[in-house]
């Protein structure tokens, strides 16, 4: 593989090229990020070391991770397919884009579709991912080793747990920065001081979350370690069982599946 070459380098692009960068994957191939925003360029230029250009026509054994918005894809492939060919591998992460609809953008069957999540900026994300079968062996297994250095990789055989995945883990980040902000802004209410309030709610989810990891066992287990009978901690929870929160939370990550698989390239979409 001749360059790794990253379009569209935002919120999701960026933990990614870091993670790169850092050494942890890509040994080989030098990174070159191609990013449209020209104040966001020059402030990649400050802080990443690899070129950062504003357009690259790819080479047609290169390697292009797909970092932009699911409606960028169309204006992105007619700017640069014209150079590409079936040797180049697709990467994407756009959520909803299908390996189909990037075949046909641009011009390769060579497609990884994944969903990672923004934890990869500190190697802590989950990246899940799908191949089409005309991905070389080359080309997975340099694939795998990038998307290791993100955190954990999960293949699925079927293009439609992308999706699915999307309404977990791609979009889960979010559920659980909405719990910490609940968590901050009662703090706030009951009369901590902000910063005393962020730190209450920060370290009760990240101590949480490492805890959950560190013992590997269910979270209904954990739970209930914490839950006296009749005490407190059942207090808050009959009152979010009472209001259905649990059910409600599930309605949302299926909204966020329904969501990614009627995404696509379309603009109306
Ligand atoms: N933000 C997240 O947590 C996640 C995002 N994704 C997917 O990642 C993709 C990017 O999302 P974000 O990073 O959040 O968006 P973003 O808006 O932060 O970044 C997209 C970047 O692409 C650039 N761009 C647009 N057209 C371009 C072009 N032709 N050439 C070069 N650069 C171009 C924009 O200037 C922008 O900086 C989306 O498709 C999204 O579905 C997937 C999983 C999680
Ligand atoms: O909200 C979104 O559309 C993107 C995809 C998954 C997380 N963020």
């Not at 699915?164 to 703090?187: H, N, Q, W």
Request: one cysteine or more; a negative charge; proline letters at 6%.
């Amino acid at each position: 593989m001749a360059n790794l070459i990253m379009y569209g380098c935002g919120h999701m692009g960026f933990p990614i090229a870091k993670a790169i960068l850092d050494g942890r994957g890509n040994e080989a191939s030098p990174l070159i990020i191609v990013e449209a925003d020209r104040e966001k360029a020059d402030l990649l230029r400050r802080t990443l070391a690899c070129d950062v250009v504003a357009s690259h026509r790819p080479a047609p054994d290169d390697a292009l991770i797909l970092a932009v918005k699911p409606v960028d894809t169309r204006p992105l492939a007619d700017s640069i397919n014209h150079a590409m060919g079936p040797d180049n591998l697709i990467v994407s992460v756009m959520a909803g884009v299908t390996t189909a609809e990037l075949s046909e953008c641009f011009r390769t069957r060579q497609v990884i579709r994944t969903i990672p999540n923004t934890p990869c900026l500190i190697g802590q994300g989950i990246t899940v991912f799908c191949r089409t079968p005309e991905v070389t062996g080359a080309h997975h297994a340099h694939t795998l080793r990038l998307l290791g250095c993100l955190g954990q990789v999960v293949e699925v055989p079927e293009e439609a747990m992308i999706d699915k995945a999307t309404g977990i883990s791609g979009s889960g980040p979010a559920y659980v920065f909405y719990l910490a902000e609940a968590l901050r802004d009662c703090a706030v209410e009951m009369g901590f001081s902000r910063s005393d309030a962020w730190s209450l709610a920060t370290e009760t989810v990240a101590g949480a979350g490492a805890l959950l990891r560190a013992r590997q066992e269910d979270p209904t287990t954990l739970r209930h370690e914490v839950m006296t009978p009749k005490g407190t901690t059942a207090a808050a929870i009959d009152h979010l069982e009472r209001h259905h929160v649990g059910r409600i939370m599930q309605e949302a990550f299926q909204a966020s599946w329904q969501r990614a698989a009627s995404l696509g390239t379309n603009p109306l979409g």
